[in-house]
């Protein structure tokens, strides 16, 4: 039988962002119409039987060209994503569309390594996407869209991190969100203390 998904949590709580583990299935709906609503352009999706969706927001304060210039680096998801012990570009440049890398992952996952293809990098509207296509995990089917925006004073950046994924056998949707929700966030709360840092390295 597979094991369940199954995360050792940060014992610090998270501050600055908004929880996306959902309680039912019909929240689960209610929060991916939300995010469809709010941008349909990249974040509207097809939810199919047997998948959840849910997304995370962080605010940083850092400009977007800061946020981006590590966030578009899909060679180096290392950078900001703890989790990733080391990645390697298996085909393209990293820089184009189609291009996959391989990605390994810490130990304490339900996982070894993931094989993920990018699927948007658009450097004008700060939009990245990929998919996972391969590897030894249960995140079958994943696929994550994040885009950068500017803030309301215009000096910070909102970070907006979605994705859907397959449920796996023997897991509920609301224990995979949790799960993948609590990884993202932790992925967002470190690129935030990065381009903070960079930001006030810079002026």
Known sequence: MPSPLQLQRP????????SAAATSSHKQQQRCLSVSDALPGYHKRKVGPGQCCSYVVQTIEAPVSVVWAVVRRFDNPQAYKHFVKSCHVV??????????REVHVISGL????STERLEI????????SFRIVGGDHRLSNYRSVTTLHAS?????????????VDVPAGNTREETCTFVDTIVRCNLQSLAQIAENKARASS
Request: no cysteine; glycine share 14%.
């Open 11 to 18: 014992t610090a709580a998270p501050t600055t962002t908004i």
């Open 91 to 100: 085909d393209g440049d990293g820089n184009n569309v189609g291009t996959l």
């Open 110 to 113: 339900p996982a070894a390594r």
């Open 121 to 128: 990098l658009d450097d004008e509207h700060h939009v990245l």
């Open 152 to 164: 309301g004073t215009g000096t910070g950046t909102v970070v907006i991190e979605s994705y859907v």
